[in-house]
């Protein structure tokens, strides 16, 4: 059938205005519904014309009484329509006056321009013992083989699940329909559901089934890059799904950024990842009911009921118990390995090594590096997960894990791999991007550039400079109060395209992974601060004094924000960058370890460096907090002065194109050594206005 069709912004309002309980009317349980979710307020998808609908409708209606919705059989499904009287207290219905779809992107409104808001101060206060913790800690066992088995964290007094099945079934339908129109969907969805079977991570339930006290997980497909995905999310009839019962707990393993920093500290490096990490927990038997599955092979066949028995992508507590599991293994387990060193060194290495089921760290010789991907692998492998892909820059250390047994199956060809976001090249020992925004010739809206920006991936910062520019420009696209679809204005178009037409350059960048670090040779850390009118910036780079006299700088990482858009000045936000540098040194040093090693910090703000020589307590409120908080993690002594011509902050706080940050020596390499003047920060002159500025801040009584 072929239908013409007409692309508008908006429909109508949210349908229907309140949420509306789907269950009240038995006749329409059961059918297979176009939109399962017809009771929850949403936008319009379709609208189609009467000159069209003749040629949908198969014919058969149901209803109930007068003032209730009837149902009509369709090519889509069955549709809902007519009365449906609700009644809701004042105050609620108060609320539905602004609609889901307001408060979505009203959400998003909030979200993003946290982006450009000042940053407090933070008070920490003693949280009260993890309850997700203590749910772990009491319930987890081991199998006969080793294998571990969890259960899922409940909450408590949590709102009671209602009816779960009818929605998985009309889910797997529409699947069906799918999978007959789709030979090649169906043939990957019956391949995955046969090695779920035949690995043991799922089990069958035998009829007759009772569907209370359970949940039914609806699956469909991704079919870009074929996986099942399990929806724990799907409302049961009570409005509440299984993720909203469940505790998320806590984040346990270290940042992508102080993960890569120890990546790129030793000479050798050392990648793999764990084999189906999630299917190797298994879920306690007295809770395999939450997870349930309706599946067939063939409309032919009979509807079967599955329960799946190990922890499932989708499930809100997935990622904790999976990665709790994995660092228990590493507490349970270390005694595998005879020595008592190499032991602690490995269980170090899967503690902070790991980022879900990547692990990726850095060793100084090939010997530690095969001693030390021998011991996680046997230390993991007693609780049956299996490390698999390995991968070296070094070659001597890929033919002697080849040679290992129990590894030799396990070999990752060296080339290009992805680690955590970035690319990395073995061969060449070089980090590099992948930046692909293709080419759709839609017209540029706010929700398009954000998105865009959002995937410029970059958790270390190395490219800071550029991505700044998007920032900014997004920070300008709120203040002019475009909606999220509207078409940007002439001028901010022309902008954007130009920007976006330039970032597939980031490509051609190519990166030293290793920061060239070794054992007793003479490193220091230098780091520095900038703001502009637009934003601040801080970046920090490594020094190393060879043996032979010379001298490397290496660019480690790099933090951005942009200004807030409530004007302030410009020394204040030089003390904001001040703050930010000493907030990401801190990080840098305790992620590799190197808590004494000589620091020096820079900044090309003199009244900056003067704030930081004074009793905060002299000081008014908003520079003192910051100032204090400086004072706390490092010393007035380690700061010192640099012009702002040689500070390589000041190009991430202005922003630079990507054809300059090819071959930028400032940024990569940091300035050279006669730019730096290592002398006390007090011998700075301040001009008039400086006086006058710092005056103005001093605290009077």
């Given at each position: 059938m072929r239908i013409d069709a007409l692309v508008l912004s908006s429909?109508?309002?949210?349908?229907?205005?309140?949420?509306?309980?789907?269950?009240?009317?038995?006749?329409?349980?059961?059918?297979?519904?176009?939109?399962?979710?017809?009771?929850?307020?949403?936008?319009?998808?379709?609208?189609?014309?009467?000159?069209?609908?003749?040629?949908?409708?198969?014919?058969?209606?149901?209803?109930?009484r007068p003032d209730e919705p009837f149902a009509q059989r369709t090519r889509f499904g069955w549709v809902v329509f007519g009365p449906a009287a609700v009644t809701l207290p004042a105050k609620e219905a108060l609320l539905t006056l602004t609609t889901s779809l307001d408060r979505e992107d009203h959400r998003l409104e909030e979200l993003v321009s946290k982006f450009?808001?000042?940053?407090?101060?933070?008070?920490?206060?003693?949280?009260?013992?993890?309850e997700c913790e203590q749910i772990f800690d009491t319930t987890h066992s081991r199998t006969p083989d080793g294998r571990y088995m969890v259960q899922l964290p409940l909450r408590q007094k949590a709102t009671e699940l209602g009816d779960s099945y009818t929605h998985a079934l009309q889910q797997f339908h529409r699947l069906e329909r799918r999978m007959v129109a789709d030979p090649v969907l169906r043939e990957n969805y019956i391949s995955f559901m046969r090695e779920y079977a035949a690995l043991g991570h799922m089990e069958t339930v035998q009829p007759p089934y009772n569907h209370t006290n359970c949940y039914y997980i609806p699956h469909h497909a991704v079919t870009a890059k074929f996986r099942v995905v399990f929806n724990a999310s799907a409302p049961t009839s009570?409005?509440?799904?299984?993720?909203?019962?469940?505790?998320?707990?806590?984040?346990?393993?270290d940042s992508l950024s102080s993960i890569l920093l120890r990546f790129r500290r030793y000479r050798v490096a050392i990648t793999a990842d764990i084999e189906k990490m999630f299917r190797q927990v298994l879920v306690a038997p007295e809770?395999?009911?939450?997870?349930?599955?309706?599946?067939?092979?063939?409309?032919?066949?009979?509807?079967?009921?599955?329960r799946l028995k190990t922890i499932t992508y989708g499930m809100a507590c997935s990622p904790y118990n999976a990665v709790r599991t994995l660092q228990q293994c590493a507490r349970d387990n270390s005694a595998v390995v005879p020595d008592v060193l190499q032991a602690a060194r490995a269980r170090t290495a899967i503690l902070t090594s790991f980022y879900v089921d990547d692990f990726l760290t850095s060793c100084d010789s090939v010997i530690d590096a095969v001693e030390l991907a021998k011991n996680v692998d046997a230390i993991l492998s007693a609780g049956k997960f299996t490390l698999r892909k390995w991968n070296s820059n070094d070659s001597q250390v890929m033919m002697r894990l080849s040679n290992e047994q129990s590894l030799s199956s396990y070999i990752f060809h060296p080339g290009e791999a992805s680690v955590l976001g970035l690319r990395w090249d073995a061969l060449s020992d070089q980090l590099f991007f992948r930046v692909d925004l293709r080419q759709r010739g839609e017209i540029p809206t706010k929700r398009r550039v954000l998105s865009e920006v959002a995937r410029l991936f970059d958790p270390t910062?190395?490219?800071?400079?550029?991505?700044?520019?998007?920032?900014?420009?997004?920070?300008?696209?709120?203040?002019?109060?475009?909606?999220?679809?509207?078409?940007?204005?002439?001028?901010?178009?022309?902008?954007?395209?130009?920007?976006?037409?330039?970032?597939?350059?980031?490509?051609?960048?190519?990166?030293?992974?290793?920061?060239?670090?070794?054992?007793?040779?003479?490193?220091?850390?230098?780091?520095?601060?900038?703001?502009?009118?637009?934003?601040?910036?801080?970046?920090?780079?490594a020094k190393t004094l060879h043996t032979d006299g010379s001298v490397r700088f290496t660019l480690l990482t790099a933090r951005t924000r942009v200004a807030p858009l409530k004007a302030t000045t410009i020394p204040r936000l030089e003390l904001a960058a001040a703050l930010?540098?000493?907030?990401?040194?801190?990080?840098?040093?305790?992620?590799?370890?190197?808590?004494?090693?000589?620091?020096?910090?820079?900044?090309?703000?003199?009244?900056?460096?003067?704030?930081?020589?004074?009793?905060?307590?002299?000081?008014?409120?908003?520079?003192?907090?910051?100032?204090?908080?400086?004072?706390?993690?490092?010393?007035?002594?380690?700061?010192?002065?640099?012009?702002?011509?040689?500070?390589?902050?000041?190009c991430a706080s202005r922003g630079i194109t990507p054809g300059e940050l090819l071959a930028h020596p400032l940024w990569w390499h940091g300035p050279k050594e006669a730019e730096m003047i290592y002398s006390d920060s007090s011998d700075v002159p301040l001009s008039k206005d400086e006086s006058d500025i710092l005056l103005t801040e001093i605290r009077t009584s």
């Amino acid at each position: 059938m072929r239908i013409d069709a007409l692309v508008l912004s908006s429909i109508t309002s949210p349908t229907p205005a309140v949420k509306i309980d789907m269950n009240q009317w038995p006749y329409l349980r059961g059918i297979d519904l176009a939109d399962n979710q017809f009771g929850t307020p949403g936008i319009i998808d379709v609208l189609i014309g009467a000159d069209v609908w003749g040629r949908l409708i198969e014919g058969e209606v149901i209803g109930g009484r007068p003032d209730e919705p009837f149902a009509q059989r369709t090519r889509f499904g069955w549709v809902v329509f007519g009365p449906a009287a609700v009644t809701l207290p004042a105050k609620e219905a108060l609320l539905t006056l602004t609609t889901s779809l307001d408060r979505e992107d009203h959400r998003l409104e909030e979200l993003v321009s946290k982006f450009w808001q000042m940053e407090e101060i933070a008070v920490v206060d003693n949280l009260p013992e993890n309850e997700c913790e203590q749910i772990f800690d009491t319930t987890h066992s081991r199998t006969p083989d080793g294998r571990y088995m969890v259960q899922l964290p409940l909450r408590q007094k949590a709102t009671e699940l209602g009816d779960s099945y009818t929605h998985a079934l009309q889910q797997f339908h529409r699947l069906e329909r799918r999978m007959v129109a789709d030979p090649v969907l169906r043939e990957n969805y019956i391949s995955f559901m046969r090695e779920y079977a035949a690995l043991g991570h799922m089990e069958t339930v035998q009829p007759p089934y009772n569907h209370t006290n359970c949940y039914y997980i609806p699956h469909h497909a991704v079919t870009a890059k074929f996986r099942v995905v399990f929806n724990a999310s799907a409302p049961t009839s009570t409005g509440i799904s299984l993720n909203d019962v469940q505790l998320v707990g806590p984040t346990l393993q270290d940042s992508l950024s102080s993960i890569l920093l120890r990546f790129r500290r030793y000479r050798v490096a050392i990648t793999a990842d764990i084999e189906k990490m999630f299917r190797q927990v298994l879920v306690a038997p007295e809770h395999r009911d939450y997870q349930r599955i309706i599946w067939r092979e063939s409309p032919a066949d009979d509807i079967r009921v599955y329960r799946l028995k190990t922890i499932t992508y989708g499930m809100a507590c997935s990622p904790y118990n999976a990665v709790r599991t994995l660092q228990q293994c590493a507490r349970d387990n270390s005694a595998v390995v005879p020595d008592v060193l190499q032991a602690a060194r490995a269980r170090t290495a899967i503690l902070t090594s790991f980022y879900v089921d990547d692990f990726l760290t850095s060793c100084d010789s090939v010997i530690d590096a095969v001693e030390l991907a021998k011991n996680v692998d046997a230390i993991l492998s007693a609780g049956k997960f299996t490390l698999r892909k390995w991968n070296s820059n070094d070659s001597q250390v890929m033919m002697r894990l080849s040679n290992e047994q129990s590894l030799s199956s396990y070999i990752f060809h060296p080339g290009e791999a992805s680690v955590l976001g970035l690319r990395w090249d073995a061969l060449s020992d070089q980090l590099f991007f992948r930046v692909d925004l293709r080419q759709r010739g839609e017209i540029p809206t706010k929700r398009r550039v954000l998105s865009e920006v959002a995937r410029l991936f970059d958790p270390t910062g190395l490219l800071a400079p550029v991505i700044v520019t998007g920032k900014i420009f997004i920070q300008r696209l709120w203040s002019t109060g475009l909606s999220w679809d509207s078409p940007l204005p002439d001028d901010l178009c022309r902008e954007w395209l130009k920007y976006r037409a330039q970032l597939p350059e980031l490509n051609q960048i190519r990166i030293e992974r290793w920061m060239g670090m070794i054992p007793r040779v003479e490193t220091s850390f230098h780091g520095f601060c900038d703001a502009s009118s637009h934003a601040y910036a801080a970046v920090i780079y490594a020094k190393t004094l060879h043996t032979d006299g010379s001298v490397r700088f290496t660019l480690l990482t790099a933090r951005t924000r942009v200004a807030p858009l409530k004007a302030t000045t410009i020394p204040r936000l030089e003390l904001a960058a001040a703050l930010l540098l000493t907030e990401t040194f801190q990080n840098v040093r305790v992620s590799l370890g190197l808590v004494d090693v000589p620091y020096y910090l820079w900044s090309d703000s003199a009244i900056v460096l003067c704030w930081l020589r004074k009793d905060p307590t002299t000081l008014k409120p908003f520079i003192s907090n910051r100032v204090r908080r400086i004072q706390e993690l490092t010393s007035p002594t380690r700061w010192h002065h640099i012009r702002s011509a040689h500070n390589p902050a000041d190009c991430a706080s202005r922003g630079i194109t990507p054809g300059e940050l090819l071959a930028h020596p400032l940024w990569w390499h940091g300035p050279k050594e006669a730019e730096m003047i290592y002398s006390d920060s007090s011998d700075v002159p301040l001009s008039k206005d400086e006086s006058d500025i710092l005056l103005t801040e001093i605290r009077t009584s």
